[in-house]
Nanobody, 124 residues
Framework: QLQLVESGGGLKQPGGSLRLSCTAS????????IAWFRQAPGKERDRISC????????DYADSVKGRFTISRDNAKNTVYLQMNSLKPEDTAIYYC?????????????????WGQGTQVTVSS
């Protein structure tokens, strides 16, 4: 069974840090570029970051640039999202996805599979 599983979400105070993981099972993650998206209640699902198959290319939404870092360890079949300086507006369900290409805000058009999501809540 092909699956993407996110983990690492939770409750953090503003200014804190979290590291999300996206692990693949049943297939080799390095066959795909991987993107992270998030969806807050009542809002659309937005791409926040993407990493190329070999990790040589990354992109970020302006809202997280300088605070979040995407990386991948293909040997562990895992992609990470390090989130620093968290803000209340980062509160959302975070999803990882396999994508055919990293294409900025339009990356969602190239999604081929989704994980189930992990909740991140930033609150004092």
């Amino acid at each position: 069974q092909l699956q993407l599983v996110e983990s690492g979400g939770g409750l953090k105070q503003p200014g804190g840090s979290l590291r999300l993981s996206c692990t693949a099972s049943g297939f080799t993650l390095n066959s795909y570029a991987i993107a992270w998206f998030r969806q807050a209640p009542g809002k659309e699902r937005d791409r926040i970051s993407c990493i190329s198959r070999n990790g040589g290319g990354t992109d970020y939404a302006d809202s997280v640039k300088g605070r979040f870092t995407i990386s991948r360890d293909n040997a562990k079949n895992t992609v990470y999202l390090q989130m620093n300086s968290l803000k209340p507006e980062d509160t959302a369900i975070y999803y990882c996805a396999t994508v055919l290409a990293c294409s900025g805000p339009g990356t969602i058009r190239f999604v081929t599979s989704w994980g189930q999501g992990t909740q991140v809540t930033v609150s004092s």
